[in-house]
T-cell receptor, first 113, second 114 residues
Framework: GENVEQHPSTLSVQEGDSAVIKCTYS??????FPWYKQELGKRPQLIID?????GEKKDQRIAVTLNKTAKHFSLHITETQPEDSAVYFC????????????FGAGTRLFVKA | NAGVTQTPKFRVLKTGQSMTLLCAQD?????MYWYRQDPGMGLRLIHY???????AKGEVPDGYNVSRLKKQNFLLGLESAAPSQTSVYFC?????????????FGPGTRLTVT
């Protein structure tokens, strides 16, 4: 069935360094790729998304890249800050069949001050 | 706007008991979803609805039932709770008419089945 794999499961970086989280998806019909941030005890919240007709998107310190041929997409956080510490989920969705979204298992990011 | 709300926030059930989780949204969204979140497994779709009066199965529907009698409400029922249903449950909604895009999540319900 449809699957999204996410790596690494845990990532620890020094404040100011960059963090990269990678995902692969199995359904070639997927055309929307959101990233959610979830702080401890809180709900997931969208931080950035990318559609299949775009290869890269940037929003301040956050960027996402998409390689549709390889079915890979990645989240890049630059100049990390302690408040970036959270669990990040990638996901893949398509605009048919109820817009169902398949989530990766999550990456727990620790930013050390 | 309150966005997406869920009741209750916490619940402890004994094996075999039943309960209903309520999700409400005030954004006039067509699509609504129920997910469960377990450690190391991300969010898994239980059931979803593409409009009032419709429901469909997701990835892990067994042991759950849902109803969407009103557009703004999506109910998740557990008829006979099992310890394997201990989890955090999130409801989400999405606006059909803006095309594929962001899901808005509720605050979650933490359910423990003993």
């Amino acid at each position: 069935g449809e699957n999204v794999e996410q790596h690494p499961s845990t990532l620890s970086v020094q404040e100011g360094d960059s963090a990269v989280i990678k995902c692969t998806y199995s359904d070639s019909a997927s055309n929307y790729f959101p990233w959610y941030k979830q702080e401890l005890g809180k709900r997931p919240q969208l931080i950035i998304d990318i559609r299949s007709n775009v290869g890269e998107k940037k929003d301040q310190r956050i960027a996402v890249t998409l390689n549709k041929t390889a079915k890979h997409f990645s989240l890049h956080i630059t100049e990390t800050q302690p408040e970036d510490s959270a669990v990040y989920f990638c996901a893949a969705s398509k605009d048919i069949g109820g817009f169902k979204t398949i989530f990766g298992a999550g990456t727990r990011l620790f930013v050390k001050a | 706007n309150a966005g997406v709300t869920q009741t209750p926030k916490f619940r402890v059930l004994k094996t075999g008991q039943s309960m209903t989780l309520l999700c409400a949204q005030d954004m006039n969204h067509e699509y609504m979803y129920w997910y469960r979140q377990d450690p190391g497994m991300g969010l898994r779709l239980i059931h979803y609805s593409v409009g009032e009066g419709t429901t469909a199965k997701g990835e892990v529907p067994d042991g759950y039932n849902v109803s969407r009698l009103k557009k703004q409400n999506f109910l998740l029922g557990l008829e006979s709770a099992a310890p394997s249903q201990t989890s955090v449950y999130f409801c989400a909604s999405r606006d059909l008419y803006r095309g594929i895009g962001e899901q808005y999540f509720g605050p979650g319900t933490r359910l423990t089945v003993t």
